[in-house]
């Protein structure tokens, strides 16, 4: 019964560790994308955030990452 305990001790241990690190925040950058319009006109580059905020279209559509068809923001 005791090494059951143990086991079970052990595994809860590594699951806890595991969630930890999991939910650590990332320190890396942002990753970087060219921002096309509705006509295929890049517009800017820079991460999803600045493109957010820089949206020049309007709450349908905005920007398109050109690296990335299925990235798209809108206006906030």
């Known amino acids: 019964m ?3 305990k ?7 241990a590594l699951i806890g560790v595991g969630g ?3 939910s650590k925040p990332s ?7 060219s921002w096309k319009d ?6 800017m580059i820079g991460s ?4 957010e905020a820089g949206c020049p279209g309007n709450d ?3 920007l398109r990452a050109a690296d990335s068809p299925s990235l798209i ?3 906030l």
């Open 48 to 51: 999803t955030a600045e493109a």
């Open 73 to 75: 923001v809108k206006q």
């Open 38 to 43: 509705i006509n295929g006109v890049i517009q």
């Open 20 to 22: 930890a690190y999991a």
């Open 27 to 33: 320190t890396k950058a942002a990753t970087v994308h």
């Open 60 to 62: 349908v559509f905005c």
């Open 6 to 12: 143990f086991a079970f001790a052990a595994i809860a």
């Open 2 to 4: 005791t090494k059951m």
